[in-house]
């Protein structure tokens, strides 16, 4: 039978690209996801970034109870009470500065559409610049700002997009004495460029605050403060997507409470839902008092759904009950510390860099030429998965192959041992 399903799913789903299991997959609860074998695997992705709070926390599937016990879904002209509150919440106790107004959608997607939107309307601007290994969803407008293999193949691209190199100190593009010199010596270069050719009309600058799928990218504090000022000088605004930065799992509330950095518009969207499709844009009150006089618009069918609002409320409640900004940092130094003792054992791992529990762990052939490692990773990924160990290496032939290990930030020391040591099995396999 469970056989026949797995055969059906060949048969009747659409592929829609990345890695995929050879198993279906039935139930996950806290760290633990497991398939119809019945076998389990420590889930050291949190999903899709998304289970910060552990897969299916009680207060989760209350939150759920409770919006089947109220309502799921109004007329959008129709504001939820809870979705009040949530905006207060979110104003009140999570943001800087003074992001004091927000939209709750679905997806991370939505949410860049809504934040590039949201800064062409108020500047009357079209132009954008984003990071070069960024990703900011896959529609229309998102993935015209995210990383350019994703575009390829579907039509004539979205005009006004210019890429800055993202910061990467393991592969600078300009080699600096330091990080932050070279960081700031490549920004400086990428602002001149887009300066000869904008036509004068930016609307934004888009970016993570820290570059995730690109490769676990932790840019210098000095950068983000430059970009700041970037935004500032030309009139545009700057957009922070705190998709998985959001919320503790750096060991700060926000990417920008880490970077000192306040933005003109910030997207929430993977951590808001612990798994549930929740999204929100938050931006000052100037800025959507001018928008709205505009007549800015974006009534999706599920824009201020009270199911999605119970469910965020939920989830910043138990980061805050948990302490798990806080916890991220204590969790995340360990799981640093486990994997720097395997550096010392493997040439292969080239670098760890990451903050909190968004840690990246860089594979190469050796320390010295530093050529990426991808069959290594490749073949290491798949052995860990074969012991009980879920994990994603993002691969960017012309960067680098590097795990993105971000368990729930609910994860035990003992969950960590049992990873560290099957990843540990599995490399020592994989270079035998
Ligand atoms: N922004 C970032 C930083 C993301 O990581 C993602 C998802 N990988 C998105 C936006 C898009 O979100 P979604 O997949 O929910 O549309």
Not at 7 to 17: K, P, S
Not at 167 to 190: C, F, G
Not at 392 to 416: K, Q
């Amino acid at each position: 039978m469970k056989e026949d399903l797995y055969n059906l799913a060949q048969e009747h789903l659409v592929r829609y690209g990345g890695d995929v299991f050879p198993t279906l997959f039935t139930s996950a609860k806290g760290t633990i996801v497991k398939d119809s074998q019945g076998r389990e695997y420590l889930d050291f992705t949190s999903g899709q970034m998304c289970a910060t709070i552990g897969h299916n926390h009680p207060a989760i599937v209350d939150a759920v109870h409770r919006a089947g016990e109220k309502a799921f879904h109004f007329f959008s002209g129709m504001i939820p009470e809870v979705v009040a509150e949530l905006a207060q919440t979110l104003a009140r106790d999570w943001l800087p500065g003074d992001l004091k107004r927000s939209i709750f959608i679905n997806t991370g997607s939505e949410a860049s559409e809504v934040a590039l939107r949201m800064a062409k309307m108020y500047t009357g601007g079209f132009e954008i610049l984003a990071l070069g290994g960024s990703w900011h969803g896959i529609t229309g407008g998102a993935s015209a700002v995210s990383m350019a293999s994703d575009r390829k193949g579907y039509g004539v691209p979205v005009s006004g997009i210019y890429v800055i190199p993202e910061p990467n100190a393991y592969r600078p593009y300009i080699d600096k004495a330091t990080e932050e010199e070279a960081a700031l010596a490549n920004l400086d270069l990428a602002l001149k460029m887009f300066d000869m050719q904008s036509t004068g009309r930016g609307a934004a600058i888009i970016v993570e605050p820290v570059v995730s799928a690109g490769g676990v990218l932790v840019p210098p504090k000095a950068f983000m403060q430059a970009l700041r000022k970037a935004a500032d000088d030309r009139g545009m605004l700057l957009i922070f997507d705190e998709a998985q930065t959001a919320f503790g799992r750096i060991g700060t509330r926000t990417g920008a409470e880490y970077f000192g950095v306040v933005p003109d518009i910030m997207t929430m969207s993977k951590t808001l839902g612990g798994g549930l499709p929740v999204a929100a844009v938050s931006t000052t009150a100037k800025i959507e008092d001018d928008i709205h006089s505009k007549k800015f618009a974006f009534y999706t069918s599920h824009v201020s759904d009270p199911l999605a609002a119970e469910v965020g409320l939920a989830v910043l409640n138990v980061i805050q009950r948990e302490s798990l900004v806080a916890r991220a940092n204590v969790m995340g130094t360990y799981l640093r510390g486990r994997l720097e003792e395997l550096q010392q054992r493997y040439e292969a791992i080239g670098d760890i860099r990451g903050l909190g529990l968004l840690l990246g762990v860089e594979l190469v052939t050796d320390r010295t030429s530093r050529t990426p490692a991808h069959q290594l990773g490749a073949l290491t990924t798949q052995k860990c998965f074969e012991r009980g160990l879920s994990m994603n290496i993002r691969r960017r032939p012309e960067r680098g192959s590097v795990w993105r290990i971000a368990p729930p930030l609910t994860v035990s020391t003992e969950e960590i041992d049992r990873a560290v040591d099957i990843l540990d099995r599995s490399l020592r396999d994989s270079l035998d």
